[in-house]
């Protein structure tokens, strides 16, 4: 019950990574709001939880690049629950291609889901945090964001600027008593990395040194360090989870 009476937000919550960390924070005992773009999609999710978890799952509605839904989803937590202790910044999208095929629209996409909302969503929900005096904010980078890797330029960029807000807004916001870290997956056993076929996952997996697929499961379970009191002095971290990858 290592988040016990805690409010969290988990963005991207609707499979893989971001599933997983809604379940083991409820697991913990929070009231999770979980977020995701598709109504209903969140259903799956909350009947699992249902009756099973000590905390709650509590489905929220809205695209991260919206910022009316973001401001209204921080509004609801406000009215619901006085408090909002940890934010993840976890949606996000993968648009792979090689420098000169690079177009713009890719570039703005990538940076409007995987940056702009991060630091949008973080000023709303640090907000309450203020009046608390305390809070973590947790923000999903990768390995590729720490690395590089060929043909993700533009993803490993916005990904090595989430790294770099995290660094900056962890020492601006100490003072308030509020945490910023990273979490940086390497390669996860989600539908996303499935999809690039059973050739590419093999050639995958035999780069990581602990011989193994990481699952989601794995993040998960350092988010809930993250968000709970066991990292109470830990902030402007970068934690990577990936097995000893090589890329």
Do not use: W
């Not at 509004?75 to 940890?86: F, N, T, Y």
């Not at 929900?125 to 964001?145: C, D, E, H, P, Y």
């Not at 979490?183 to 996952?201: H, N, Q, Y």
Request: hydrophobic letters at 45%; a neutral charge.
């Amino acid at each position: 019950m290592l988040l016990e009476e805690s409010v969290c937000l988990v963005t991207g919550a609707s499979r893989g990574i971001g599933a997983s960390i809604a379940t083991r924070f409820a697991e913990e005992g929070a009231t999770v709001y979980a977020n995701a773009r598709s109504e209903g999609s969140l259903d799956a999710l909350c009947e699992s939880n249902a009756g099973r978890r000590k905390g709650t799952i509590v489905p929220v509605y809205f695209d991260v690049c919206d910022a009316a839904g973001q401001k209204a989803a921080i509004m609801q937590i406000k009215k619901e629950q006085g408090r909002l202790d940890v934010l993840v910044n976890n949606a996000g999208i993968m648009k792979d291609s090689l420098i000169g095929m690079i177009d713009r629209s890719t570039v703005q996409a990538t940076f409007e889901t995987n940056v702009f909302s991060a630091i949008e969503l973080m000023q709303l929900a640090t907000k309450l945090m203020f009046r608390q005096g305390s809070g973590s904010v947790i923000n999903m980078s990768s390995l590729v964001g720490v690395n590089g890797n060929r043909g993700q330029a533009v993803y490993a960029a916005s990904k090595g600027a989430v790294i770099s807000l995290t660094k900056a807004a962890a020492k601006e916001l100490a003072p308030k008593g509020i945490r910023v870290n990273a979490v940086a997956p390497g390669m996860i056993d989600t539908d996303l990395f499935r999809s690039a076929g059973e050739e590419a996952v093999e050639r995958f997996s035999s780069c990581i040194g602990m011989g193994r697929v990481g699952a989601p499961e794995d993040v998960a379970d350092v988010c809930v360090f993250l968000a709970s009191d066991l990292s109470r002095y830990v902030t402007g971290q970068v934690i990577g989870v990936d097995g000893s990858a090589l890329m």
